[in-house]
């Protein structure tokens, strides 16, 4: 049968099925084992829809196999066929066996060759080429249930499967820094207690290790080069065997879900890991160049790259789309996850001449029963021209706010003023409100996986990459980070505390922020990586979490902990509509009133003068008029936000609270002030800080 694409399992067989719209013969290779099996070449005849596909009696789960797809080489063209490549389904569930090793052989061309990728190179690839492997999908689902967190009570985790444990020396060796150990007991305590809802995985997808890293004893620790879009990364399983690993993939998807935590795949569909045109032959290159890739139109040999990787993966082409969109399925149906951030995803909207909002791959998506429903969360730029998008991707979807990192960084080392700081807390409605979405759509982040993390943020100056051994030319340069008035880490009680603060200011902005946090694992436990802004190839101390907790500042967990408590506890914080400022009817306040310092509203004027550095947001819980899930109205005390990034103290008069007095629930700074206060407050608001005041509401 032609469909399902891959190898599929049956009562006496397995179907093969696989595309090649330009291919002359197709042969599925059978392996006796993955070192040194006897290969068994098996034509498929049947071809439908430039689908090749045939039923193979007497085998099953377990079987190791691998493809030999026959064509034209004429790379001019855009056909790289070399039947002498062994290839990896690009439907393989699993990986029977790695990479074993970069060789001459894993290329199609002669690489002495004097005219390049132009030339043919006959040596077979079969001893060292991944292979893949025939997988029973069996597992106990019973009981899983998605916890379908709403986007408004969303908080995100981003997070390495590997990083996050293997430094967690209470579980034992074999299980750290895998998917078993992130769904342990102590795994488990940790992100319950810390309050998120779901934690982003790094790639878990199948990827490879550039050759010049591991020339270099480095690895591609961030996984953001995939050769399986379907097969999960066998790396991060505690067991060898694939079918014990898938179990252990689910298990772990399974656990997390039982604890009301949702799972977020970060996902690489804009490029794969074989490269440019000069990289290896080992999956879509020798299964259909011409189909699976963005090639160039005046010169097909070459491949258009908005990734930076070396090539495109094709979504012009009803095979690329179509691979895209049955590897999302597979991921939600089969292995239940609840979400996903496209990495580059602007490189997937890109039609024949540019970015299309218009484009087959938000169309696709929008229409599809069973991923229109799931979170989707675009990284909004790629490298290419027009590539920059924030703000313009459909309904149905969420980005990364690169726009609110930019300017929260901004704002709190001294060089921004409030008006901008005002539109990130409030939603970035400037950015989302015209396509018709909420709040949810900007996914607030101030560091990620790339990039300096927060204790890195506010103690580097420049990046530091000598690890990575590029001589530090990668990177980003311009990353809006202050060190205090010392480079690196230091032995100074002022500049320490003053590092402390400007991080607490930063995590309370982004956890008051109307919209979606995202939290990089290890901001809370004041984890660093020395400098290094582009930690992707460090399999090491530089990423690994530490669980030793003696010397760091405990405080820095618990104010994490109790931002987040806060920002559940509040509806006004977490709004799903956006605050409009206005008057929404007799006896109902504004939902949102800016103070100045000196005891008033905020007038237009008021935003461009000097003192604007310092503003507090007024949220009334009264003109909050939202339901929760069960129909019931969402209920919020009054919140008051008060914010100083200017480098001296600032005299504010605080407005008059509503039926009970201020409390100060929360501050950064040195603000000293009674438990229970005063209606109206007027004091110093420290330099360089953030205070959160409640008055509760009448019950």
């Known amino acids: 049968m032609p469909y399902p694409l891959g190898a599929t399992v049956e009562k006496d067989g397995v179907n093969f099925s696989i595309f090649s719209q330009n291919a002359d013969k197709v042969e599925v290779c059978l392996f006796d084992a993955a070192e040194g099996g006897n290969e068994t070449r098996i034509e498929l005849t049947e071809r439908t829809n430039h689908v090749w596909h045939g039923f ?109 444990t293997k430094k967690l020396n209470s579980l034992p060796e074999h299980l750290r820094g895998t998917y078993a150990g992130l769904a342990s007991n102590e795994a488990m305590d940790y992100l319950k207690n810390l309050g998120v809802t779901a934690v982003e995985l790094l790639p878990v997808h199948h990827h490879l290790d550039d050759s010049f890293l591991l020339e270099r004893g480095l690895t591609n620790y961030w996984g ?9 990364e066998p790396s991060y399983a505690s067991v060898t065997d694939p079918h014990d690993a898938m179990r252990e993939f689910k298990g772990m998807v399974k656990r997390l879900h039982q604890e009301g935590i949702e799972v977020i795949l970060d996902v690489v569909y804009n490029h794969t890991a074989e490269s440019s045109e000069r990289g290896p032959t080992l999956s879509f290159r020798g299964v259909d160049n011409a189909s699976y890739y963005r090639l160039s139109q005046e010169h097909p040999r070459y491949y258009e790259d908005f990734t930076g990787c070396g090539n495109t993966l094709s979504m012009q082409h009803p095979a690329g789309l179509r691979l895209l969109m049955d590897s999302l399925r597979y991921w939600v149906t089969e292995m239940h996850v609840d979400g996903f ?43 290419g021209m027009g590539g920059y998008q924030v703000g313009n991707f459909p309904t149905g979807w969420a980005e990364w706010n690169g726009r609110y990192r930019d300017e929260v960084r901004r704002c709190w080392k001294g060089n921004d003023r409030a008006n901008e700081l005002s539109k990130r807390l409030s939603g970035s409605a400037d950015l989302y409100n015209h396509s018709g979405r909420g709040p949810h759509a900007s996914v607030n982040f101030i560091t990620a996986h790339d990039g300096f993390g927060l204790r890195d943020l506010v103690s580097y100056n420049e990046k530091h990459n000598e690890a990575n051994q590029e001589e530090s030319r990668d990177g980003a340069n311009d990353n809006e980070s202050w060190n205090c008035g010392h480079e690196g880490e230091t032995d100074d009680a002022g500049i320490i505390s003053l590092r402390e603060r400007q991080a607490k200011n930063m995590l309370a902005t982004l956890l008051l922020s109307q919209g979606v946090p995202m939290l990089l694992a290890g901001d809370e436990r004041w984890h660093t990586q020395q400098g290094n802004n582009n930690a992707y190839c460090q399999d090491n101390d530089i990423s690994w979490l530490s669980w030793d907790f003696a010397g760091t500042p405990q405080h820095m967990l618990e104010f994490t902990r109790e931002l987040i408590a806060l920002r559940q506890e509040q509806p006004v914080l977490s709004r799903k509509n956006f605050l409009t400022g206005l008057e929404a009817g007799e006896d109902i306040p504004k939902d949102v009133i800016w103070w100045n310092p000196e005891g008033r509203e905020m007038e237009d004027h008021d935003w461009d003068a000097g003192f604007t550095r310092c503003f507090g947001m007024w ?12 129909g019931q109205p969402r209920m919020s005390d009054t919140v008051f936000v008060l914010s100083n990034s200017h480098y001296e103290d600032v005299e504010f008069k605080m407005p008059a609270a509503d039926a009970e007095p201020w409390h100060l629930r929360l501050a950064t700074g040195s603000l000293k002030m009674p438990k229970r206060t005063r209606k109206t407050l007027h004091f110093a608001m420290p330099a360089r800080s953030l205070a959160v005041f409640i008055s509760k509401r009448a019950e």
Do not use: C
């Open 619 to 630: 949220l009334p819980g009264s003109a909050l008029k939202e339901m929760g899930r069960t």
């Open 224 to 232: 953001y080069n995939t050769l399986s879009f379907f097969a999960f």
């Open 341 to 383: 951030r496209f990495d580059l995803a602007s490189a997937l909207a890109r039609e024949l001449y540019g970015w299309n909002k218009l484009s087959s791959f938000f169309d696709a998506i929008g229409q599809d029963p069973v991923l229109s429903t799931v979170k989707l969360i675009a990284e909004p730029w790629d490298i």
């Open 56 to 164: 193979i009696s007497g085998i099953g789960p377990g079987q190791l196999y691998g493809y030999r797809v026959h064509g034209p080489y004429e790379p001019e063209n855009g056909h790289r066929f070399n039947p002498n490549k062994l290839l990896l389904d690009p439907y393989a569930r699993a990986i029977g066996r790695p990479l074993k090793e970069w060789k001459p052989e894993l290329f199609g061309y002669e690489l002495d060759s004097e005219s390049l990728d132009l030339s043919f190179d006959d040596r077979d690839s079969s001893a060292i080429a991944p292979l893949g492997m025939v997988m029973d999908p069996d597992f106990n689902w019973d009981g899983d249930t998605h916890p379908q967190t709403p986007w408004h009570r969303t908080v995100i985790y981003e997070v390495h499967t590997k990083g996050f």
